[in-house]
T-cell receptor
Framework: EDKVVQSPLSLVVHEGDTVTLNCSYE??????LLWYKQEKKAPTFLFML????IEKKSGRLSSILDKKELFSILNITATQTGDSAIYLC????????FGTGTRLTIIP | GAVVSQHPSRVICKSGTSVKIECRSL??????MFWYRQFPKQSLMLMAT?????????EQGVEKDKFLINHASLTLSTLTVTSAHPEDSSFYIC?????????FGPGTRLTVT
């Protein structure tokens, strides 16, 4: 059975801090790993990772994949209150298996 | 990317009635759409894969006779929750599979009273 585990389950930090969110996986048919941000409604796409060791970056967010150790991290630097959300990791081929998410809360 | 809409965004119905949720791909012809369900404080769980012109593929534990999926065109998939019960109350989200990524609709919050 495909499995995606995210840690920590929740995280509370002060504005300006840097956070690292973790995602480890065991799937039978890996094509890509995706990170999503979910606020009140449906998830919005952040990154898709397919190759090991290549960092994807978008503003203060960055992510990297390690296909040998089967994990990915999502980094957010200089956090802002608008970063408060649930961050979801999903892995798979066409069918995605989602982790339970990390609930990030940024305190002003 | 693909723009995906869902209708309605929120629905309240009485136990025993049926509810239809529409998922539209506004700018992409989608042969494959996915339906997910998300219970409070839980992650998204894939319910079924909707294939244009053929039968949907359901995940283990999802009753195909209860959750009817129709993907009659490349831009529209519908999910009908038949004989809804309070335990079916959830957030239902569809997604469209493009060549590289999945794009999610805004979701439909179903409350069964």
């Amino acid at each position: 059975e495909d499995k995606v585990v995210q840690s920590p389950l929740s995280l509370v930090v002060h504005e300006g801090d840097t956070v690292t969110l973790n995602c480890s996986y065991e799937v039978t048919n890996f094509r890509s790993l995706l990170w999503y941000k979910q606020e009140k409604k449906a998830p919005t796409f952040l990154f898709m990772l397919t190759s090991s060791g290549i960092e994807k970056k978008s503003g203060r967010l960055s992510s990297i994949l390690d296909k040998k150790e089967l994990f990915s991290i999502l980094n957010i630097t200089a956090t802002q209150t608008g970063d408060s959300a649930i961050y979801l990791c999903a892995v798979g081929n066409e069918k995605l298996t989602f982790g339970t998410g990390t609930r990030l809360t940024i305190i002003p | 990317g693909a723009v995906v809409s869902q209708h309605p965004s929120r629905v309240i119905c009485k136990s025993g009635t049926s509810v239809k949720i529409e998922c539209r791909s506004l700018d992409f012809q989608a042969t494959t759409m996915f339906w997910y369900r998300q219970f409070p404080k839980q992650s998204l769980m894939l319910m079924a894969t909707s294939n244009e012109g053929s039968k949907a593929t359901y995940e283990q534990g999802v009753e195909k006779d209860k959750f009817l999926i129709n993907h009659a065109s490349l831009t529209l998939s519908t999910l009908t929750v038949t004989s809804a019960h309070p335990e079916d109350s959830s957030f239902y989200i569809c997604s469209v599979q493009t060549l590289r990524e999945q794009y999610f609709g805004p979701g439909t919050r179903l409350t069964v009273t």
